[in-house]
Each structure stands twice: as C-alpha cells, then as structure tokens.
Nanobody, 120 residues
C-alpha cells in the first residue's frame, strides 16, 4: 500500500516561513493533481492549494500571495512554501494526490498529516 510521506511542519512565530514536502513511499502512476489540505480543530478540512499535471495552480483566498505550491514530477513530490504565516494558519496539513488512469479510474491518496502551529 503506497503512502504519502509528509515533512516540514512545526512551530513558527507569526510572520515566519515553513516549507512542507510530500512524496509517495512507492510508485504512483498517472498522477494528475497534487495538493495540500488543512484542518483546524473544530473546523472542516479545506483545500489550501493544488497543482495540476500541467502546472495550473489554485489557492485558498486567505493564502493567496503568501503560499506557493510546486511539484517535481520526476520525484512525484509536491511542496508548499508558506511565508508570512499567521496564527489562523495553524492546522493539521494533509497532502493529497489524485491519479487518473487512461480508462478514467480515479484514486485519491492522503498523507497522515503534519502539524503547523503559528504563535502570535
């Protein structure tokens, strides 16, 4: 069973930066979209940013201009550079990978989550 392995979370002061990384433990074929979600206590999981195989990106309004998502297709790795962090960015961040085969079969992969805590 392939798992997504995340790293880079931690504790940082407001205004600081963190870089999250996510890579699969094995091979995933036909990767389409890669992205990051987050879930704060008592709140629903929300999409932070994603990037398609063609490089198109989408961001949550509140992180636009502060966060940058990128991917390394050779390594099947996705990154999230987070700058100007705010206390409201505190959450458990999850990596997500979507594969879509030529037959149209879709499969979602999820990481175990990495904690990001921003102190004021």
């Amino acid at each position: 069973q392939v798992q997504l392995v995340e790293s880079g979370g931690g504790l940082v002061q407001a205004g600081g930066s963190l870089r999250l990384s996510c890579a699969p433990s094995g091979s995933i074929f036909s990767i389409n979209t890669m992205g990051w979600y987050r879930q704060a206590p008592g709140k629903q999981r929300e999409l932070v940013a994603d990037i398609t195989s063609g490089g198109s990106t989408k961001y949550l309004d509140s992180v636009q201009g502060r966060f940058t998502i990128s991917r390394d297709n050779a390594r099947n790795t996705v990154y999230l550079q987070m700058n100007s962090l705010k206390p409201e960015d505190t959450a458990l961040y999850y990596c997500n990978v979507v594969s879509i085969t030529a037959l149209g079969w879709k499969r979602d992969y999820w990481g175990q989550g990495t904690q990001v805590t921003v102190s004021s």
